[in-house]
């Protein structure tokens, strides 16, 4: 049974910065590719940033050159560093990974339950 479980999530002021953390059971880790995703109140859940088993990344041009998501294969963990937060960022953050046999679409693979990050001015 596949477990994502998302931690770091807070309130932090603008301009601050958060850490979040995904710790991943039940799948072989460094097969799949793995993605932070977002949604706000009201909106629909937005890609954020993907990182494939390799290490090779990908981000929303909102968030680029702001946070940086990571990996670590050894604890079947991902990282998502987010730097100048700004209000707009307020969102749950969800944690995602796929099979890389199933390509990048997150609606094949498992979800974590969120975790709340606000960003107050």
């Known amino acids: 049974q596949v477990q994502l479980v998302e931690s770091g999530g807070g309130l932090v002021q603008a301009g601050g910065s958060l850490r979040l953390s995904c710790a991943a059971s039940?799948?072989?880790?460094?097969?799949?590719?793995m993605g932070w995703y977002r949604q706000a109140p009201g909106k629909q859940r937005e890609f954020i940033a993907r990182i494939a088993g390799g290490g090779s990344t990908n981000y929303a041009d909102s968030v680029k050159g702001r946070f940086t998501i990571s990996r670590d294969n050894a604890k079947d963990t991902i990282y998502l560093q987010m730097n100048s937060l700004k209000p707009e960022d307020t969102a749950v953050y969800y944690c995602n990974a796929v099979h890389m046999r199933l390509g990048d679409d997150p609606n094949l693979g498992s979800w974590g339950q969120g975790t709340q990050v606000t960003v107050f001015s």
């Open positions: 039940g799948i072989i880790f460094s097969f799949n590719v």
